[in-house]
T-cell receptor, first 115, second 114 residues
């Protein structure tokens, strides 16, 4: 079984400031890792993913995340946020083994960018 | 190209009624997933189709929930005898083979059971 913990339910930040959204996971098997963003009244959009290789992953809209296997973390970062980054962010994992590969999501972090 | 579409976008029904929610995946995507997102929570897995067959339905909460994908494209999630606790946003996602596990999500159907 897998689980994902997003430690912060809400993160307020001022425009142009840096931000980090935390994600920790628990799994008995190797996993793929994802960050999705959900804007109001829209579906989930993939920001970035880690499958293998370099532990620093760059995604869309200037976001990046670093996979830390020893700490079982996959924190999301952006050096300078914009008002338009205000949204709900979800961390997710899936089992690397062939099979259903359904995603297990965290409960989400609401990023609120203030002017 | 067109993304995943879901209809209706909103559905209000009364307790005890039957509802059907439809998902049109991206053309050519072989895998299709249904998730349920309750207020303030992340999506939770319901069922996964590979082609026409349900490869994993372990997330369906009980036997009131059923889903089909008869021709390997469009899928319908069916809920019998709806309960107030079924109120949620139902999300559909599709994935082509060999995409590195990237699932593409639709906008969801918001179901409200009165």
């Amino acid at each position: 079984a897998q689980s994902v913990t997003q430690l912060d339910s809400q993160v307020p930040v001022f425009e142009e400031a840096p931000v980090e959204l935390r994600c920790n996971y628990s799994s008995s098997v190797s996993v793929y890792l994802f960050w999705y963003v959900q804007y109001p009244n829209q579906g989930l959009q993939l920001l970035l993913k880690y499958l293998s290789g370099s532990t620093l992953v760059k995604g869309i809209n200037g976001f990046e995340a670093e996979f830390n296997k020893s700490q079982t973390s996959f924190h999301l970062r952006k050096p300078s946020v914009h008002i338009s980054d205000t949204a709900e962010y979800f961390c997710a994992v899936s089992d690397v083994r062939a099979g259903r590969r359904a995603l297990t999501f965290g409960s989400g972090t609401r990023l609120q960018v203030q002017p | 190209g067109a993304g995943v579409s879901q209809t209706p976008s909103n559905k209000v029904t009364e307790k005890g009624k039957y509802v059907e929610l439809r998902c049109d995946p991206i053309s050519g995507h072989t895998a299709l997933y249904w998730y349920r997102q309750s207020l303030g929570q992340g999506p939770e897995f319901l069922i996964y189709f590979q082609g026409t067959g349900a490869a994993d339905d372990s997330g369906l909460p009980n036997d009131r929930f059923f889903a089909v994908r008869p021709e390997g494209s469009v899928s319908t999630l069916k809920i019998q005898r709806t309960e107030r606790g079924d109120s949620a946003v139902y999300l559909c996602a599709s994935k082509p083979s060999g995409s590195g596990d990237t699932q593409y999500f639709g906008p969801g159907t918001r179901l409200t059971v009165l």
